[in-house]
C-alpha cells in the first residue's frame, strides 16, 4: 500500500504565511485563528502547503489506518482549501456564501465573500465530527 506523502514536517506556519501575498496573508491569519480556537490545538504544517490542527487515527472502510489532522487549510493560487468533515453541514453551506465543495474540501476565494460566522459553525461541527470517528 502506497504511503501517505502528507505528513507533518518542521516548516514554521509563520514563514509559510509570511510567504502569502498580504490580502491572502490576512484570510489565512482569521483562518488559523479561527481553528485553533475551534480545536485547542497549535498549528502544525502537513507537507510544504497545508496548516493542520489536531491529530488523528483514521480508518477507511478497507481497514487502512492514517494519522491526519481533524481540520485544515492551504492557500492555493486558485482558491484557499479548507479540508472539513464536509458531509455532516450540509444546512450550513446554503447559508455560507460563494464557495465550492469538493470531497472532504471546502473552496473560496477570499474569506469577504463568505458568512464568517456560519464559516465558524462549520469548523466547530467539522471538528466535533472528525474527533467522534
Given at each position: 500500500?502506497?504511503?501517505?506523502?502528507?505528513?507533518?514536517?518542521?516548516?514554521?506556519?509563520?514563514?509559510?504565511?509570511?510567504?502569502?501575498?498580504?490580502?491572502?496573508?490576512s484570510?489565512?491569519?482569521?483562518?488559523?485563528?479561527?481553528?485553533?480556537?475551534?480545536?485547542?490545538?497549535?498549528?502544525?504544517?502537513?507537507?510544504?502547503?497545508?496548516?493542520?490542527?489536531?491529530?488523528?487515527?483514521?480508518?477507511?472502510?478497507?481497514?487502512?489506518?492514517?494519522?491526519?489532522?481533524?481540520?485544515?487549510?492551504?492557500?492555493?493560487?486558485?482558491?484557499?482549501?479548507?479540508?472539513?468533515?464536509?458531509?455532516?453541514?450540509?444546512?450550513?453551506?446554503?447559508?455560507?456564501?460563494?464557495?465550492?465543495?469538493?470531497?472532504?474540501?471546502?473552496y473560496i476565494?477570499?474569506?469577504?465573500?463568505i458568512?464568517?460566522?456560519?464559516?465558524?459553525?462549520i469548523?466547530?461541527?467539522?471538528?466535533?465530527?472528525?474527533?467522534?470517528?
Open positions: 500500500m502506497a504511503e501517505l506523502k502528507t505528513k507533518p514536517t518542521e516548516i514554521d506556519v509563520d514563514t509559510y504565511l509570511n510567504s502569502l501575498d498580504e490580502s491572502k496573508k484570510d489565512a491569519k482569521i483562518l488559523l485563528q479561527m481553528m485553533e480556537e475551534s480545536t485547542e490545538e497549535k498549528p502544525v504544517m502537513w507537507g510544504t502547503s497545508i496548516i493542520g490542527f489536531g491529530n488523528k487515527k483514521f480508518k477507511y472502510a478497507s481497514g487502512r489506518i492514517i494519522d491526519y489532522f481533524l481540520i485544515g487549510f492551504s492557500v492555493r493560487k486558485k482558491a484557499i482549501t479548507l479540508y472539513l468533515s464536509i458531509s455532516i453541514n450540509q444546512e450550513e453551506f446554503d447559508l455560507l456564501g460563494k464557495h465550492e465543495k469538493g470531497v472532504g474540501c471546502l476565494k477570499k474569506l469577504e465573500d458568512n464568517i460566522d456560519v464559516l465558524m459553525d469548523i466547530k461541527k467539522s471538528v466535533d465530527a472528525a474527533k467522534n470517528l
